[in-house]
């Protein structure tokens, strides 16, 4: 069963002479990630390779469950949700689920290359998937306010969005400098070595990769209400910013001379794995190339949100004109008359 799902040691073989050669890389393996050794990848790893998250499993199906709850909250009182809404956010908890139990999830415990991975598509991917999902605004039509003044989970949402906290955080420079400099950090710190050696560390990890990733996708292109928002030729100075250094970032990777968590994965001494270093360079060029769809599907969210953002502001000015008989067209009319007759 291990060996079809891509798991790679088999359990109660007898034991061979190659296999006993492999017993103590396989018993370091466990003892440092937790996790026996995957075997070599394949390529069709990425399907069949399988270690189920359950915490990770466990909160997707609940932030879907209660979303869908709410949407047909909605549909009982006969008001309409968008279906590309639900859809969106059903498939960004998949997607999120899979980088952190399929292959990613699997082989991201043991190799630098396959992490990144899993970090490009928790931290990138998935978030652009969940936050057209709009679940503040769809909670905020779906939970009922409280006539008595109390706190309910309504209330505490509103107060939540807009609390001073939320203002500071969804500066889109502060939410920028969240997503990478604490990426850099992360990584060329001890907490990239702990969190991969500790169960609670690689839940923190990916709870960050998350939450970071949601955050600086909302700030450019998220719908829900908060905090008031940039101009969208500061948001693309932002984007353009932030994914120079992540570039950056990678290209310092792709020509790294000394490995990362030199006591996690300089130990892990996988049989099938002479060059940990070379590995992690591919994890920088993955991390400089997998960057660039989402940088582009931002870029064209940003842009479309730049070009409702003038038909809004037409319409709201036609709308004006059409009521006051374009007063402020006629007023800046007579302004350059009198100047003309200054002159």
């Given at each position: 069963?291990?060996?079809?799902?891509?798991?790679?040691?088999?359990?109660?073989?007898?034991?061979?002479?190659?296999?006993?050669?492999?017993?103590?890389?396989?018993?370091?393996?466990?003892?440092?990630?937790?996790?026996p050794d995957p075997g070599p990848p394949s390529s069709t790893s990425w399907l069949t390779s399988w270690q189920v998250d359950w915490l990770w499993l466990t909160v997707s199906v609940i932030a879907v469950f209660v979303y869908v709850r709410w949407v047909l909250r909605l549909r009982a009182r006969g008001d309409?949700?968008?279906?590309?809404?639900?859809?969106?956010?059903?498939?960004?908890?998949?997607?999120?689920?899979?980088?952190?139990?399929?292959?990613?999830?699997?082989?991201?415990?043991?190799?630098?290359?396959?992490?990144?991975v899993e970090h490009m598509g928790v931290?990138?991917?998935?978030?652009?998937?969940?936050?057209p999902g709009?679940?503040?605004?769809?909670?905020?039509?779906?939970?009922?306010?409280?006539?008595?003044?109390?706190?309910?989970?309504?209330?505490?949402?509103?107060?939540?969005?807009?609390?001073?906290?939320l203002r500071v955080l969804a500066n889109p420079a502060v939410a920028a400098s969240l997503f990478f400099f604490s990426l850099a950090i992360f990584y060329y710190s001890p907490l990239f070595e702990l969190a991969m050696s500790t169960h609670t560390g690689h839940v923190l990890m990916m709870a960050h990769f998350v939450m970071s990733g949601y955050l600086f996708v909302w700030v450019l292109i998220g719908i829900d209400p908060g905090p008031k928002r940039w101009p969208p030729i500061a948001l693309f100075v932002v984007l353009l910013a932030t994914i120079s250094f992540h570039a950056f970032f990678g290209v310092i990777l792709t020509q790294s001379t000394e490995l990362l968590a030199p006591d996690y994965f300089g130990r892990l001494n996988l049989p099938w794995m002479t060059d940990p270093l070379a590995?992690?360079?591919?994890?920088?060029?993955?991390?400089?190339?997998?960057?660039?769809?989402?940088?582009?599907?931002?870029?064209?969210g940003v842009a479309w949100q730049w070009m409702r953002s003038d038909a809004r502001e037409s319409t709201r000015r036609d709308r004006r004109a059409d009521r006051d008989g374009d007063a402020e067209l006629e007023a800046y009319n007579r302004h350059l008359a009198e100047l003309s007759r200054d002159d």
């Open positions: 069963m291990a060996a079809a799902m891509g798991l790679g040691v088999a359990v109660g073989r007898t034991p061979t002479p190659e296999t006993a050669q492999e017993a103590p890389a396989n018993a370091i393996v466990y003892d440092l990630s937790g996790y309409h949700w968008p279906v590309l809404r639900t859809i969106s956010w059903v498939l960004g908890w998949a997607v999120f689920f899979y980088f952190t139990s399929a292959g990613p999830g699997v082989y991201g415990k043991v190799l630098f290359s396959w992490h990144m931290a990138m991917i998935a978030p652009l998937l969940m936050v709009a679940p503040i605004t769809l909670a905020l039509r779906a939970l009922p306010a409280r006539r008595d003044k109390t706190l309910g989970p309504r209330e505490l949402i509103l107060a939540s969005v807009h609390s001073p906290y590995d992690q360079r591919t994890g920088g060029a993955i991390a400089w190339g997998v960057g660039e769809a989402p940088t582009l599907v931002l870029a064209i």
